[in-house]
């Protein structure tokens, strides 16, 4: 589905002849081919579900509750698909998260929104999320800090100042319109779930189909050729990790909608879903190739094993031993691919 | 080499099977229920009752308690099924699991949220749709949330160990007295530590050494180390949890002091078994019961089976119960071991 420079290139040096006898190999390192693979194993997941749990797997309600429980991961994994394939790495979403909606809920916040909309709460949110994205971009691009280390001292200070700013209490939201407007639903589904579908798609445009998105893969994939070929390598680096941020900031506005408040606990191990859910997307953790359908898929395997863990009354702790399992299989999977179509 | 290859095989599949015994963690006997087999009208088999039950996660003993004597407790009822999922400290992910009791359209939840406030609007949502909610610990912050609220008591933990500190140190007017407290910023540490103040002033005595662990075992050796360095002489300790409790008294034993008694909080197995065989520094605890989730469950099942609570004239269920904070000491211990939890 995703244009992969990587992915292009190896196939135009790679002789067509040279596929012969091995057709589904070929096929699987193919970009349709890898979503393919994932197509199987969220459809195995669902048979699963349907033979362990039946009707109540097997039910609309169920299905949104899949999707509502996605959204919110998902928003920030489509950020984090970007930063990834543009080579970089960022810790701190899942702080990032909770100092957005900790901001976003203070009674001075929730008092300018009285006074004039609730639109004030999302405004904030996604500034501040925004802001912390910057700061990432910057630290790692123009001060030449190491993106896991600079992201890592986010983690850190961000949380921090969530719990300073909150006093390590939930802070209720109280603004009338705000609560009804993300619980509505458009034709049946919920707005949350179409946040998501809004936000997966305008990631899949902007990275498959502008400028933007081809100097992510170039960015990616070889720096200094981007830079030699005219790309601003470091202000495209602060521009990747800003879109995280707003994600971010967007994630934890579905956040407080969907628990009326805002905390400084939320958005715990966020970064270890999203990033689990692009690297078995078929994103590269080293950058260059990366596809917002993979992530999409990525999620919504984990939140599918979720529930079907849920439904069968099984435990937290088997579901992440499962995790780590699918995660492992994926990577090596991918590495095999690799290998093959590259050699 | 295939002999040498079966041996491996052999050596490995043993090491295996010793590694997966080794696993083992399941305690004797967990107690719980109607002590000494009584059985009352209420345990009658009535009508079949479906209780959903979701806590957070099973990071300590007293949480991990609270699972385990839900489940139990169901176990006894051949009208109740449970459906338990297991904890989560991800408050999105525990909002979906309360979703996926209203699909399956269970009875009744039973639910101690990570965060009240946040799991209060899917709560109401349970309600709505019909369906017993009954809320353990951590309260919701709207009281049409939950049919039934089972609490501990904070404050009068602190209020216990305060006046069991004043009649062992009955007359003695310059007596130092320390505290070590949980995690200082909740309000259920600022509860326990002014019913602990107010107590102490009951008899003239007061707080001369304060510090705070995170109710962890690692906190509670950091702390008391401290405390010990900065206090030459010690007359009474308080420790608000038995589960930092074994850091507090490793830390205890580290430097070799013993001119002091203890007492401790919550109320766990180690700590009763200390008290009973008198060969340690504690000399009592004050219990915050592990088995609000128990009573949740039978709440739970009586509110869905129209009865009323056994020996009171009312004739609906409560709106809320709180349980007591005794003082378990060496006299009385037997009373409390079976239903104490292992840390």
């Known amino acids: 589905m995703s244009e992969d420079t990587a992915a292009v290139a190896a196939r135009e040096r790679t002789p067509v002849v040279k596929d012969n006898g091995r057709g589904i190999s070929a096929l699987l390192a193919s970009p349709a081919g890898r979503n393919t693979g994932?197509?199987?194993?969220?459809?195995?997941?669902?048979?699963?579900?349907?033979?362990?749990?039946?009707?109540?797997?097997?039910?609309?309600?169920?299905?949104?509750?899949?999707?509502?429980?996605?959204?919110?991961?998902?928003?920030?994994?489509?950020?984090m698909t970007f930063v990834?394939?543009?080579?970089?790495?960022d810790l701190s979403v899942g702080a990032i998260v909770?100092?957005?909606?900790?901001?976003?809920?203070?009674?001075?916040?929730?008092?300018?929104?009285?006074?004039?909309?609730?639109?004030?709460?999302?405004?904030?949110?996604?500034?501040?999320?925004?802001?912390?994205?910057?700061?990432?971009?910057?630290?790692?691009?123009?001060?030449?800090?190491?993106?896991?280390?600079?992201?890592?001292?986010?983690?850190?200070?961000?949380?921090?100042?969530?719990?300073?700013?909150?006093?390590?209490k939930t802070q209720i939201v109280n603004v009338p319109g705000f609560a009804a407007f993300f619980d509505a639903s458009v034709l049946g589904v919920p707005v949350l779930v179409v946040i998501f579908a809004v936000v997966a798609a305008a990631g899949w445009v902007l990275l498959n189909r502008t400028t933007f998105g081809r100097r992510t893969f170039a960015v990616g994939g070889n720096p200094e050729a981007a830079r030699l070929a005219g790309i601003d390598v470091r202000r495209h680096t602060v521009w990747l990790y800003t879109l995280l941020g707003l994600?971010?900031?967007?994630?934890?506005?579905?956040?407080?909608?969907?628990?009326?408040?805002?905390?400084?606990?939320?958005?715990?191990?966020?970064?270890?879903?999203?990033?689990?859910?692009?690297?078995?997307?078929?994103?590269?953790?080293?950058?260059?190739?990366?596809?917002?359908?993979?992530?999409?898929?990525?999620?919504?395997?984990?939140?599918?094993?979720?529930?079907?863990?849920?439904?069968?009354?099984?435990?937290?702790?088997?579901?992440?031993?499962?995790?780590?399992?699918?995660?492992?299989?994926?990577?090596?999977?991918?590495?095999?691919?690799?290998?093959?179509?590259?050699? | 080499?295939?002999?040498?290859?079966?041996?491996?095989?052999?050596?490995?599949?043993?090491?295996?099977?010793?590694?997966?015994?080794?696993?083992?963690?399941?305690?004797?006997?967990?107690?719980?229920?109607?002590?000494?087999?009584?059985?009352?009208?209420?345990?009658?088999?009535?009508?079949?009752?479906?209780?959903?039950?979701?806590?957070?996660?099973?990071?300590?003993?007293?949480?991990?308690?609270?699972?385990?004597?839900?489940?139990?407790?169901?176990?006894?009822?051949?009208?109740?099924?449970?459906?338990?999922?297991?904890?989560?400290?991800?408050?999105?992910?525990?909002?979906?699991?309360?979703?996926?009791?209203?699909?399956?359209?269970?009875?009744?939840?039973?639910?101690?949220?990570?965060?009240g406030a946040a799991l209060t609007p899917v709560a109401l949502k349970a309600m709505k749709a019909g369906i017993t909610v009954i809320n353990v610990d951590r309260q919701f912050d709207s009281p049409f949330a939950a049919r039934s609220t089972v609490l501990g008591d904070n404050y009068g933990m602190g209020v216990s160990a305060g006046t069991y500190v004043c009649e062992r140190l009955k007359g003695k007017t310059d007596a130092v007295v320390a505290e070590i407290a949980g995690i200082d910023s909740l309000p259920l540490t600022q509860d326990r530590s002014k019913g602990f103040a107010e107590a102490l002033a009951g008899c003239g005595l007061k707080v001369s050494n304060r510090v705070a662990a995170e109710f962890t075992v690692e906190s509670g050796e950091k702390?008391?180390?401290?405390?010990?360095?900065?206090?030459?002489r010690i007359d009474a300790i308080w420790n608000h949890d038995d589960d930092q409790g074994v850091g507090v008294t490793a830390a205890?034993?580290?430097?070799?002091?013993?001119?002091?008694?203890?007492?401790?909080?919550?109320?766990?197995?180690?700590?009763?078994?200390?008290?009973?065989?008198?060969?340690?520094?504690?000399?009592?605890?004050?219990?915050?019961?592990?088995?609000?989730?128990?009573?949740?469950?039978?709440?739970?099942?009586?509110?869905?089976?129209?009865?009323?609570?056994?020996?009171?004239?009312e004739v609906e269920v409560p709106r809320q119960v709180q349980l007591y904070a005794p003082v378990v000491t060496k006299d009385n211990v037997d009373r409390y071991l079976p239903t104490a939890f292992e840390s």
């Open chain 1, 38 to 79: 994932l197509v199987v194993a969220l459809v195995l997941l669902c048979l699963g579900g349907v033979v362990t749990a039946g009707d109540r797997f097997a039910d609309v309600d169920n299905l949104l509750t899949i999707l509502r429980l996605a959204a919110v991961i998902g928003v920030v994994s489509v950020g």
């Open chain 1, 84 to 89: 990834i394939t543009g080579g970089g790495i």
């Open chain 1, 98 to 168: 909770a100092l957005s909606s900790v901001w976003a809920t203070t009674l001075a916040t929730q008092g300018i929104a009285n006074d004039t909309h609730w639109i004030v709460i999302v405004f904030t949110a996604l500034v501040v999320g925004g802001a912390c994205g910057l700061v990432n971009g910057t630290l790692i691009a123009y001060g030449r800090v190491v993106a896991f280390i600079a992201t890592l001292a986010s983690l850190a200070a961000a949380r921090g100042l969530a719990e300073i700013i909150s006093n390590r």
């Open chain 1, 247 to 343: 994600c971010c900031g967007l994630a934890a506005v579905m956040l407080i909608a969907r628990t009326t408040t805002g905390s400084a606990t939320h958005g715990g191990l966020y970064e270890l879903d999203a990033i689990a859910a692009v690297v078995i997307g078929g994103t590269l953790l080293s950058g260059g190739r990366g596809t917002i359908a993979g992530t999409v898929f990525g999620v919504l395997i984990f939140t599918t094993l979720s529930n079907v863990f849920t439904l069968n009354n099984l435990s937290i702790s088997a579901q992440a031993v499962a995790k780590g399992a699918i995660i492992v299989v994926a990577v090596l999977l991918q590495q095999r691919l690799a290998r093959r179509s590259g050699a």
């Open chain 2, 1 to 115: 080499m295939p002999h040498k290859r079966t041996t491996r095989l052999i050596a490995a599949l043993t090491l295996g099977v010793a590694l997966t015994a080794c696993t083992g963690n399941t305690p004797q006997n967990q107690g719980g229920g109607n002590q000494g087999g009584v059985r009352v009208a209420n345990d009658e088999p009535g009508k079949k009752v479906v209780i959903g039950f979701s806590a957070p996660a099973a990071d300590h003993g007293w949480m991990a308690a609270i699972s385990n004597a839900a489940k139990a407790e169901a176990g006894k009822y051949s009208d109740v099924e449970l459906r338990a999922v297991e904890g989560t400290n991800d408050v999105n992910l525990q909002i979906s699991q309360v979703e996926t009791f209203i699909n399956d359209k269970v009875d009744a939840i039973v639910l101690l949220p990570f965060d």
């Open chain 2, 223 to 232: 702390a008391a180390a401290n405390l010990l360095q900065a206090a030459r």
């Open chain 2, 252 to 313: 205890i034993k580290n430097s070799g002091r013993s001119e002091f008694f203890m007492v401790g909080g919550a109320g766990s197995a180690n700590v009763m078994r200390e008290i009973k065989a008198d060969n340690g520094p504690h000399k009592a605890t004050v219990i915050y019961p592990s088995t609000q989730g128990a009573d949740g469950i039978r709440l739970a099942r009586l509110a869905v089976q129209n009865k009323s609570l056994g020996d009171l004239v």
